[in-house]
């Protein structure tokens, strides 16, 4: 607070007389931000010119400047002596760089050569460790040398515990004692201790199995360690040739041992020799082995092939009883094998009999004796087939012991080739052609086809709704199904729906167009007359020749689409389900909506054909209709009095729809609702036209009226007369009106015997206001 009273002393004797100095500065000008390291011009001047003018950070950076040059000014004045004395004590400067330069040098010297010292002994140490590691891995490779010649040399001695001669094998014709005596000590000890021989055998080979598996480890580290022009050596061509040959006796052995202990169904002996396979990694000589000993004659048997002679064996390409024969050979002479590979924790899951004996033996049997048994071109037996290999392989799976196991068979190159046999895509292409043609060649005639059995209405009455409904059972029975194909199929199920639609909805627009030619197929529909369209009801003489009367079936037809969509929404849809039930419920769902999505697109076509009908109906009543014109020629010009009575061609203007509702095909065919949907179409149709004419007749009778009323009282006028001739006289539009009315009447009664209430029809409430007097205007009654 002290410095707010008191100005600034002046900072030295030299500013007594200078101009002053005002050190300042605004709030928003901080100096000593300029000295710190991190600072940055542009942005600092970019911050201040948002609320500082730019002239005014000029003048005080100006400012700012200034001072520090009169500071600078002053440290040097306050200096002075010491300023001008520094380029006086630099003296002699080149000197002393020479003086220093020697030392230098010799001390660079002295860092070279204890450096190149240090490389030397460096080199050398790193010789000597090079020599070391050399001279370990020569040890390293001499012990493991060392171990394989003892590990082939105790290989060799336990081969030699086994017979040397393949007659002392099974198949010989050596007996057991003979066996004995020719085997050494430690073989013949075990017989005479009562121990079996052949387990014996088993045991002694695994052991070596798994000493040739240690052996293996050491070859293959020994190729790692052993220089390419160290492996000629003598020593080691010597010890290959040991080791080729106890491999070769450990195989043959071992294989006499196996096929031996397969043919006495000996559980230890197989489960030994198994081990020892799964020991030296040869698990494809095993499954061979069964697959030659103990699984082709069998299967030699129910499929022949080749040179042999059939014995027992089916005749044709009919799988279905080979697999059964083959089935129970397996629970015969291949089930004690199949469990004792699948016995847990014994390590013998690496072995896959189920694919590479079995599997591999059927197929090949198959392919040599019956291919046809593979080809598509005959569907029925294909199908037969393929659907008995698929059980017969659910029959293999069944035999895995676990989910690991079961997967794994389905990955076997011999399962992929199996499922490639069959060609299913070449299999549904000739369904689709037998199903889709079917159907095309029902469509394609020129008249509808009624079926022979008419007298059950609950059926389906035209062939081509026949032929529909088979079609599109066709596609999901048991016979023709695939559920590996179950897509294609309900695509063509949809395919078929939209075939049969687009034909009925072809022939309903070619016949309301008149075109015959329109579209292909539409000829059912145009080749009727309009009679024939509505009329087979009353002419009972000819109705055994209905099938050629295309446009009598418009009914039969309605009931059909009521029948085929009825059956695909329950019971069809039902039976596709419940054949794809092991799919999830997203699937079902999806197919549920696609099938009821297709019953849709046959329930849409009744609207139209009701309309067809309900047009037909219109014109034949819009024939008497046109009657009405007549009413005029009665009037005009006329003195008939008023009319009492309807005309006669009112009773002909609901007889068409009358006649069509009372005859068979409409009440055998035509539901309740249908019935009403056509009856109250009809009637507003035919009222509509009836107002239209009616209404045009009496707009021009007025305006007829209008006319001819001022010609009159023009010539009234011309003749002097008087112009209350006929005031009090009824005019003929009157008895125009009053004609109308009568026979708007007597049609509100017709309409009212079929069942249709004529006041609540905004056409007839029209067409009664149009001709009503006007005391009656608001009030129908008839």
Known sequence: MATDLHPPLPRSATDLFGDPIDDAHPLWLNPSKFSDPEFDPESYISDLRTFVPFDTLRSELRSHLGALKHELVELINRDYADFVSLSTKL??????????????????????SFRGSVDSSLAALQSRLKQRAQANEAREVLELLLDTFHVVSKVEKLIKELPTVPADWPGSNINSAEKGQISNGISLQHAENGTNLRETQSMLLERIASEMNRLKFYIAHAQVYLAPSLQNMPFIENMVKRIQNASLLLDTSLGHCFIDGLEHKDASVIYNC????????????????????????????VIPHGLSVTVGGST????????????????????????????????????????????????SAIQKGKPGAFSPGRPTEFLKNYKSSLSFLEYLEGHCPSRSAFAKL???????????????????????????????????TTTLVPSPNLENSQSLVLKQSISLMDCLRSCWRDDVLLLSCSDKF??????????????????????????????????????????????????????????????????????????????????YLDHVLGLLKSCSSEVLDLVKQSILQGSDSLKVLQTPVINSIVEALVEKSVEDLRQIKGIT??????????????????SGVLRPLKHFLEGKQAARYLTTEHREELLQGTASEITRRYYELASDLVSVARKTETSLQKIRLGAQRRAGA????????????????????????????NLALLGVDATSMPAYRSLWQCVAPSERQNTISF
Not at 432 to 438: H, L, M, P, R, V
Not at 513 to 537: H, I, K, Q
Not at 723 to 730: A, M, Q, R
Request: charged share 25%; proline share 3%.
């Open 91 to 112: 003296v002699d400067v080149d000197g002393v760089v020479v003086r220093m330069r020697a030392p230098l040098l010799e001390i660079k010297e002295k860092i070279l």
């Open 274 to 301: 198994l081990r020892a396979y799964a020991a030296t990694d040869n698990t494809n000589s095993a499954e061979e082995i069964f697959r030659s000993t103990i699984v082709a004659p069998f299967i030699q048997k």
């Open 316 to 363: 044709g390409d009919d799988l279905e009883q080979d697999y059964e024969r083959i089935k129970q050979h397996i629970e015969d002479d291949c089930k004690f094998l199949l469990e004792i590979s699948s016995t847990e924790n014994s390590g013998l899951h690496v072995f896959s009999f189920l694919a590479n004996s079995i599997l591999k033996e059927v197929l």
């Open 410 to 444: 389905r990955e076997e190159p011999v399962y992929i080739e199996f499922m490639k046999q069959w060609n299913t895509g070449v299999y549904f292409s000739l369904r689709f052609q037998e199903i889709a043609g079917s159907l095309d060649s029902a469509l394609t």
């Open 490 to 571: 309900l695509r063509l199920f949809l395919q078929l729906l939209s075939r049969y639609s687009n034909w009925l909805s072809a022939g309903l627009s070619a016949r309301k167009a008149g075109n015959a030619a329109a579209t292909s197929g539409s000829e059912w529909a145009t080749s009727a007359s309009p009679d024939d369209f509505l009329y087979p009801l009353f002419t009972y003489q000819v109705e055994d020749a209905i099938c050629s009367m295309a446009g009598r079936l418009l009914c039969p037809i309605i009931h059909d689409l009521n029948n085929l969509v009825e059956e695909v929404r329950s019971d």
């Open 633 to 650: 020629a009665t009037f005009r010009m006329t003195n008939k009095p008023l009319p009492v009575r309807h005309s006669p061609y009112v």
């Open 722 to 749: 008087s112009s209350d001739v006929s005031d009090n006289n009824i005019s003929d539009t009157d008895k125009i009106c009053m004609q109308l009315f009568l026979d708007i009447q007597e049609y509100g009664r």
